[in-house]
């Protein structure tokens, strides 16, 4: 199937090279990177980095290893464990087979990634059905891996996966997989950064994915006066923009919108690259049928109380927290519109 792999076990498709699933240390990781970028060494070859999800902060060895120069982050190895049986008195080696359950996990930190490191991020663990292919997809997975699945029923199980996959893709009204790739990754990040659930229900049928419709509607401009044609598509997109670095910025910033006063689902988030180490976040609300008649937009812009810009720790931070706990997402600008959508 054009641009999506489905790979078994250690096997990363979509970049032939070496995988390091023995490097526990951000220090370790990236001095084998640095040793296998002399061309003696490791003769230019492509390198993936197969990490565990026990370090102490995941995003920073992902984000370290990306500039020291990984070519691919797969996304979690899954290391075998001894276990203790009191009555039989003996130690087993704990191998289990993954299940979807534990795909939470690295589907929440690619979600996370997506967009803030240039190495491609594969999905390893909990792959059992079509939905938990397409739910990596969606978080954001360049390829998504199996083993487990593959073990309990059989290597046909990979094509399988992927004629479903084919089918859930027509059935959604997707044309390729890059329409896929990401599409929830920003949301899905912001829910777990911010502990609240959003929907994300695109409407594909009316509007490609992550594409905006008609004309825009600025709330920066603010004012009580602004008019647009009835019933013709329009959409609202805001956000702000963040040094790359500041994870805990990135993850717990916000922006939403009310329409009279009711919160509004956005129909889509991005992450996008403005200059080097600077990342802008963008939510889009579209209205592909338009409105009649006088409506208030009012749009609110949250960032994470109590954190200073990155590389510059005696900075002032972005916003200050004032009795809230750290990092809590603290609202730091509003701005509204009353737009009357009059008959042409």
Request: proline share 6%; charged share 15%; aromatic share 6%.
């Amino acid at each position: 199937m054009p641009n999506s792999v489905i790979a078994a076990g250690s096997l990363l498709a979509a970049l032939t090279g070496v995988l390091l699933p023995f490097a526990h240390s951000a220090a370790m990781l990236i001095a084998v990177l640095a040793a296998l970028a002399i061309p003696s060494l490791g003769g230019g070859s492509p390198v993936a980095v197969k990490l565990g999800p026990f370090f102490s902060s995941a995003g920073e060895v992902a984000v370290r290893l990306d500039r020291a120069g990984a070519n691919g982050l797969v996304l979690f190895n899954r290391f075998m464990q001894t276990d203790i049986d009191p009555e039989t008195l003996t130690v087993s080696m704990g191998l289990q087979l993954s299940n979807p359950v534990e795909a939470a996990l690295p589907r929440s930190w690619i979600a996370r990634l997506r967009g803030l490191v240039g190495a491609s991020l594969a999905a390893s663990t909990g792959v059992e059905t079509v939905d938990d292919v397409a739910a990596y997809l969606l978080a954001g997975a360049d390829v998504v891996m199996t083993t487990s699945s593959l073990l309990r029923h059989g290597p046909a199980h990979a094509a399988v996966l992927i004629d479903e996959l084919m089918e859930w893709m027509e059935r959604k009204g997707f044309s390729s997989v890059d329409e896929v790739r990401g599409l929830l990754a920003a949301i899905a990040a912001l829910a777990l950064a911010a502990g609240v659930m959003l929907s994300a229900a695109v409407p594909v049928a009316i509007a490609a994915p992550g594409s905006p419709v008609g004309g825009r509607i600025d709330l920066i401009a603010g004012g009580d006066n602004q008019e647009y044609p009835a019933g013709t598509a329009f959409d609202i997109r805001h956000g702000l923009s963040l040094f790359a670095g500041d994870d805990g910025a990135l993850g717990r910033s916000l922006f939403t919108l009310e329409v009279d006063g009711q919160t509004q689902t956005p129909s889509y988030t991005r992450h996008h690259v403005i200059e080097p180490n600077l990342v802008g976040l963008v939510w889009v609300f579209n209205f592909p049928a338009g409105m009649t008649g006088v409506h208030t937009f009012t749009g609110h812009w949250f960032i994470a109380c109590g954190i200073a810009p990155v590389g510059d720790p005696t900075a002032d931070p972005y916003v200050p927290c004032d009795g809230s706990l750290p990092t809590t997402p603290v609202e730091f600008a509003t701005s509204y519109v009353t737009v009357t959508f009059i008959d042409e």
